[in-house]
């Protein structure tokens, strides 16, 4: 009970959690699963936490939704449902516990509200953003509308609800080409991801006019880099995430969401693999494909990895950061994910 009763808990920074022998005995099966992917070296730390946020978790009736992007020990050891952003916005809307503790992003535990309004939806760290969200704002929409009337915006995921309230509809990089597919319209909007607009273009004989935003990981990769992984490793596979510039996705085997990417690796089971996306997804996977080796050109997203045990652990304690949406925004921007839903789930 002293890891449960947040008076009688001790804050995590001031004073670890102790491995003590009942911790390591009980933990060790979870340590089997993921001992490939974390140094023993770190699993004392680790292990008192596990067995913490497992128990806070059924005495707050709380889920944990994660995103393919968390450290293995989040993914693996304390996560109820994993899977990508479209994944995670319909598995909120069936959540049936009081409490959804979102690790991921910010506009993820912001889609977890709008599917799942009546549930208090945490994240444990408000800060983690995505360069995507913040390239682009409600009067940028605003001023698109204006330049194009009558022209559908389709927003990607990635953005506020805020963002999301003045599109038509919402797409993810696992329905993007649908969703754009769906309009009669010539031509289509999309919103803010350059380069998955520019590789939905490929995909549609739509024009696509698109926002200039960026993933600050995905747009590091080069076809360079790439290249030169190949000539290194001969009979590697290559998969990109469509956040990818196009030269990166042009110069891979193939490109789809990150469960789109997770799922060709189950099926294909290559002898060795790169995966061109955030760097914590080949621990992820590895974990679940022994054989399979990952050459890991590594980046990652320092918004990500702002989501720890340490602040899940206070999440769930103190029940913070609670998400809330202005009720008028949370309207508009809920018929915008809903339709998606609809279109292409
Ligand atoms: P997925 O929807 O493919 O999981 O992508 C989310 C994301 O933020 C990728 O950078
Ligand atoms: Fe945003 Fe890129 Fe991080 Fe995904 S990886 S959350 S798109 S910054």
Known sequence: MAYIEKEFAPTVADNPLPYTPEVAREMAPLYEKVKEVIPPVEWPQMAPLIKAINELKKQRNAVILAHNYMTPEIFHCISDF???????????????????????????????????????VL?????????????ITPQDVRALR??????????????SAAVKAECDICCTSSNAVKIVESFDSDKVIMVPDEYLAKYVATQTDKEIIAWKGHCEVHERFTATELEEYREANPGMKIIAHPECPPEVIEASDFTGSTSGMINWVKDNRPNKVMLVTE????????????GVEFIRPCNFCPHMKRISLNNVYEALLDLKEEVTIDPAVAKKARASVERMIQVAS
């Open 82 to 120: 994993m899977g990508d952003s479209l994944q995670l916005a319909v598995e909120a809307s069936k959540v049936d516990a009081d409490v959804i503790l979102q690790c991921g992003v910010h506009f993820m535990a912001e889609t977890s509200k709008l599917m799942n309004p009546a549930k208090t």
């Open 146 to 159: 204006e330049a194009y009337p009558g022209v559908p915006i389709v927003t990607y995921v990635n953005t």
């Open 123 to 135: 994240i444990s760290d408000s800060k983690a953003g995505c360069s995507l969200a913040e390239s």
């Open 279 to 290: 760097c914590s997804m080949s621990d992820n996977v590895a974990v679940e494909t022994p």
